[in-house]
């Protein structure tokens, strides 16, 4: 089993920045890669960043240039650093983890909103 644990999230207003954490533990050995998704209200879950544990990363457009995910191999933890927040920005923002023949966790969600 696998356990996300997500942490960082909050209101920030336009032009701000915020930074989530999710810190994976359990049998992640064979993990490919982490991330972030986010699903605001009324829409489907979407891509926002992903991480393998070489640091080869993917983003959404929507957020190329603005922000940066990371990872810290020896706390099997990954960060999302989200600069120049805009309103539409606004989501439930899920940590996600894929493992080699292990399927895909989720974590529980944090809040991400950006007042205008």
């Known amino acids: 089993q696998v356990q996300l644990v997500e942490s960082g999230g909050g209101l920030v207003q336009a032009g701000g920045s915020l930074r989530l954490s999710c810190a994976a533990s359990?049998?992640?050995?064979?993990?490919?890669?982490m991330g972030w998704y986010r699903q605001a209200p009324g829409k489907q879950r979407e891509l926002v960043a992903t991480i393998t544990r070489g640091d080869s990363t993917n983003y959404a457009d929507s957020v190329k240039g603005r922000f940066t995910i990371s990872i810290d191999n020896a706390k099997n933890t990954v960060y999302l650093q989200m600069n120049s927040l805009k309103p539409e920005d606004t989501a439930v923002y899920y940590c996600?983890?894929?493992?080699?023949?292990?399927?895909?966790?989720w974590g529980q969600g944090t809040q991400v909103t950006v007042s205008s």
């Open positions: 996600n983890l894929y493992r080699l023949r292990g399927g895909t966790s």
């Open positions: 359990g049998n992640i050995f064979n993990m490919i890669n």
